[in-house]
């Protein structure tokens, strides 16, 4: 007579799982902050990654301003991330220098700011909520490249 192993759902594995680790569940805001995210996903959309920036000459302190720099394999998303008074504000410039047409959207969990992009790439979104956020590069005939999500805090 063959024993067959008794048959178990996923969500009681991974319950079970947990018992025996000793850890306590996922709390309910961190799952909801994830369900709401990978509803923002962009498939077929490249992911342009974070690198190293370095401090521009004649900066006396790193405080005031956050540089970062995201680059995808044709495409590079400089950003400046500026706090003030509980909200965020971020200056960018994607490069190189794309054609006409092409916009951005700045995306937070609870909204998203559309900019179409100067004639040198730049653009800017003022008085967003300190958090998650990801920047999208809508080019005319091209997929769009997105920015993976950084956590901004104030």
Do not use: K
Request: some cysteine.
């Amino acid at each position: 007579m063959t024993r067959h192993p008794p048959t178990i759902d996923d969500e009681s594995l991974i319950a079970a799982l947990r018992l025996t680790a000793g850890h306590d569940p996922v709390p309910a805001h961190v799952s909801a902050a994830a369900r709401a995210v990978f509803g923002l996903r962009l498939p077929g959309a490249a992911t342009a990654r974070p690198v190293p920036t370095p401090a521009p000459l004649g900066v006396r302190s790193a405080d005031e301003a956050r540089l970062l720099r995201f680059t995808a394999a044709e495409l590079t998303v400089d950003l400046e991330v500026t706090a003030m008074d509980g909200l965020v504000d971020l200056a960018g410039q994607v490069s190189p220098c794309p054609e006409a047409g092409t916009r951005v959207e700045v995306r937070t969990l609870h909204l998203t700011e559309s900019r179409e992009l100067s004639p040198t790439g730049q653009f800017a979104v003022t008085g967003l909520p300190p958090g998650w956020f990801s920047v999208v590069c809508h080019r005319p005939e091209h997929s769009p490249v997105a920015t993976s999500w950084t956590r901004i805090r104030p």
